[in-house]
């Protein structure tokens, strides 16, 4: 990256990352839908990816908040994973993932969306500041406004956590 694009913001277009895969009865659990542990696998390399174009270098998983399934994938099923960067801070980016499932004939069903955040390392793998976030669409600025809201509330969380653990 040369020094003018390490400051400049970046659209959110560069880290949108579409993903599909097949469940494969590997990749099922004992009630023969998708497997919990493999859609999170998925989600966790499409996050990886998004957050690692935005910020063009490695990233690692810090944190998924919460995750809630809401309807089981069938085997057979194609999965649609779209993921996209909506929040910057100095060296972690939020991405949300959208989980959806498709069947054969194009309908698709929400099962999941995660909210990820990854941290970009240096060559020393420590944190390393990223490029802004272009907000580009009302779309855009209300992801990033959502997604403020929700880093507050994990470093609030954070900081409950490690007062709790120094006690
Ligand atoms: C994630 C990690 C790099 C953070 O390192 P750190 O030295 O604690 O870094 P800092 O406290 O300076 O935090 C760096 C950034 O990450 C954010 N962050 C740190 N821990 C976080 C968490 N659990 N959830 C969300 N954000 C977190 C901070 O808010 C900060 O954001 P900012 O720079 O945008 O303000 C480090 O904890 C780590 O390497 N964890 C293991 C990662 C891993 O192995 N993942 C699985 C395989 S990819």
Same mark, same amino acid.
């Given at each position: 990256?040369?020094?003018?694009?390490?400051?400049?913001? &970046?659209?959110?277009?560069?880290?949108?990352?579409?993903? +599909?895969?097949?469940?494969?009865?590997?990749?099922?659990?004992? $009630?023969?839908?998708?497997?919990?542990?493999?859609?999170?696998?998925?989600? /966790?390399?499409?996050?990886?990816?998004?957050?690692?174009?935005?910020?063009?270098?490695?990233?690692? +998983?810090?944190?998924?908040? /919460?995750?809630?399934?809401?309807?089981?994938?069938?085997?057979?099923?194609?999965?649609?994973?779209?993921?996209?960067?909506?929040?910057?801070?100095?060296?972690?980016?939020?991405?949300?993932?959208?989980?959806?499932?498709?069947?054969?004939?194009?309908?698709?069903?929400?099962? $999941?969306?995660?909210?990820?955040?990854?941290?970009? $390392?240096?060559?020393?793998?420590?944190?390393?500041?990223?490029?802004? $976030?272009?907000?580009? +669409?009302?779309?855009?600025?209300?992801?990033?406004?959502?997604?403020?809201?929700? &880093?507050?509330?994990?470093?609030?969380?954070?900081?409950?956590?490690?007062?709790?653990?120094?006690?």
């Amino acid at each position: 990256m040369d020094e003018r694009s390490a400051v400049e913001p &970046v659209a959110t277009a560069v880290s949108k990352v579409e993903m +599909t895969q097949l469940v494969l009865p590997g990749d099922t659990n004992s $009630l023969g839908t998708a497997f919990g542990g493999r859609i999170m696998a998925w989600l /966790d390399i499409a996050a990886g990816i998004s957050a690692g174009r935005h910020s063009a270098g490695p990233v690692v +998983t810090a944190s998924v908040d /919460d995750l809630h399934f809401f309807m089981p994938i069938q085997k057979g099923d194609v999965v649609v994973l779209k993921a996209q960067v909506n929040y910057v801070g100095t060296t972690a980016m939020e991405v949300g993932v959208r989980v959806e499932g498709e069947r054969w004939g194009g309908e698709r069903y929400h099962a $999941l969306t995660a909210y990820t955040t990854f941290v970009a $390392l240096d060559d020393e793998r420590r944190p390393r500041p990223v490029r802004g $976030l272009l907000l580009e +669409t009302d779309e855009d600025r209300r992801r990033a406004s959502d997604a403020a809201e929700r &880093v507050a509330e994990r470093r609030r969380r954070r900081g409950e956590r490690s007062a709790k653990f120094h006690r």
